[in-house]
């Protein structure tokens, strides 16, 4: 019998999570199915690619007690102190959060994956390393070994994430970034996109560029 998941979000990571499951549950991988979105800025019957939306956020606490299990995709590029928050606020326990690793990713067995946390095809993950809850990897990305991860982070398609990593919570690592080795990401920190970063990022910092620098604080 197959789990029904529910996903937080809509067009974009949600969408994008939702076909995933999809594409997994029809070549025999997934014992996930995905019911639909929560969306509170889409009208309730709207299909956001294959899936509807069925209902708001705040309809989370009547599905949870129907017996679903959720993933949250609502995060942000800039700062995702609010987004984790909302998430928060919604009441879901971690054992109903639903762990989806594609059947075309590579996963050590020593990876740790924190509940709610999604693996996506061509990702590539070394030993050892551990994944607070809800962390999505992003198709194709690569992580390193003996990494230490927060809640809630979104490493962006084809990043490379060093090995010997503290990574905190909420952080966005940026499409195509590259991460040295033995460094520190502060908690609502954002990597841009393409950057090299050698230097440890403090909370709340956006950097980009090679070698990455500051561009501003996070929202
Ligand atoms: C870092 C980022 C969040 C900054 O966004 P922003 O604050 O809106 O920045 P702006 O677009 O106003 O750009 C500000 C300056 O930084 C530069 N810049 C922005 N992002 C850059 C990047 N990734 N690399 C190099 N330079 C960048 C811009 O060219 C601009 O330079 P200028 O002032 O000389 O013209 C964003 O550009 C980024 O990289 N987002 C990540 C994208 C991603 O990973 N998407 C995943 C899809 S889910």
Redesign the pocket.
Known sequence: MSRKVVILGGV??GTVVAAAIEHARRMGATDLEVAGFLNDREEVGKHLDLFPVIGKLADAPRLLHEGYLFINTILR??GNRERIALFESLGIPDDRLATFVHPQAYVAPSVQLGPGCVVMPNVSMSPASRLGKGCLM?AGAMMGHDNEVGDFC?I??QAAVGSYLHIGKGV????N?TIREFLSIGDFA?L????VLTKNIPDNE?W??NPAKF??YAH
Do not use: E, Q, V
Not at 172 to 175: A, K, P, S, T, V
Not at 192 to 195: L, Q, R, S, V
């Open positions: 974009g990571n590029i800039d992003m979104h962006a398609a966005h690592i940026g499409l970034a954002t841009g996109a393409g950057a956006i980009i560029g561009l501003r």
